[in-house]
């Protein structure tokens, strides 16, 4: 952690600092409220302080921050409405923060945001309607958060999204307005309770990658999905999903299948087989995926 002298704080004379990491300081139960002097900071790093119980309001006096990441803080249990105050923020990434509950509908006045992460937090339970205010987002993930039932119908109003990762054991349902998301390019829905997709997928037109995997009770797909025009559509792990022929986009798309017991044909292999749209297409390996989003 950088630190400030005692005679400087006194002094208010606080240095002007691009980027700010405070990390693994076990002991540290609170940030100075002084920190929203620090006016051209871009770049502020929080991570390995379990005892840290609540930022400073004074964080949204940070008008130049463009990156906010909250790392490992398991003690915070609610953000400031003062984050939503960050004008220039374009990513915010908020992970494992064990005893958050909430977040704050400030968020949605963060107009410039391009990034939104939210991972492995198992207290929270809702994500804010506001999200949908948040014009700019080109990428929202939120995984890992076991409490998350459902997700706002707003979210549809995310007309730049171009990436969309959702993994919440206990989420039953996708919305349908997630069909009017007219940037999605890739949609990740992973460890899930959903059954289905809901049919607006079909509605995807700029959609060129479909990854479903690990969701135990999904029975079917859209047979809306056929009219998009993917470049490859991933299942795996689906153990309640039946058939797939009538789901499958019917040129050009390259289908992965891993693990789905029910779909085994006699002939294949219990592990891993491949199956491929009709012509044109192409043997695309595993690989290609990009694991940080399977």
């Known amino acids: 952690m950088w630190c400030v002298s005692q005679a400087s704080k006194r002094r208010g004379a606080w240095p002007r600092l691009d980027v700010w990491v405070i990390s693994e ?4 139960t609170r940030l100075p409220d002084a920190i929203g002097r620090m006016t051209v900071l871009r770049t502020l790093e929080i991570h390995g302080l379990p005892l840290l ?11 130049q921050l463009t990156t906010l990441q909250l790392l490992f803080l398991p003690r915070i249990a609610r953000l400031p409405a003062s984050v939503g105050l960050l004008a220039a923020l374009t990513t915010l990434t908020i992970d494992m ?12 006045s963060l107009a410039t945001l391009t ?11 809702e994500i804010p309607a506001s999200l949908g205010l948040l ?3 080109t990428t929202l993930i939120i995984k890992y958060c076991p409490a998350v039932r459902a997700l706002p119908c707003s979210l549809g109003r995310l007309q730049a999204l ?14 349908d307005t997630v069909g009017q998301m007219s940037a999605l390019k890739i949609l990740t829905v992973r460890a899930c309770g959903i059954t289905t997709l ?33 470049e490859s559509m991933h299942v795996q792990d689906c153990w309640s999903l039946r058939e797939w022929r009538e789901y499958a986009p019917a040129v050009g798309c390259m289908i992965l299948v891993l693990s789905a017991r029910r779909l085994r044909e006699p002939h294949m292999s219990d592990e891993v087989w491949m199956l491929l749209a009709s ?12 694991d940080g989003y399977i």
């Open 25 to 28: 300081l076990p002991s540290l």
């Open 198 to 230: 809901p049919d607006t997928v079909g509605d995807l037109a700029a959609l060129r990658r479909l990854s479903v995997t690990w969701c135990m009770d999904l029975a079917t797909l859209p047979v809306s999905i056929r009219e998009l025009t993917l």
């Open 162 to 175: 171009e990436m969309f990762y959702v993994g919440c054991t206990s989420l039953t349902s996708i919305p």
């Open 135 to 137: 014009v700019a987002l």
């Open 53 to 63: 119980s609540a930022l400073p309001e004074s964080i949204g006096q940070l008008y």
């Open 279 to 290: 012509s044109p297409c192409r043997h695309t390996p595993c690989h290609t995926f990009d």
């Open 115 to 125: 990034k939104l992460e939210i991972a492995r937090c198992p207290e929270l339970t």
């Open 97 to 108: 923060c064990t005893a958050l509950t909430a977040l704050p509908s400030s968020l949605g």
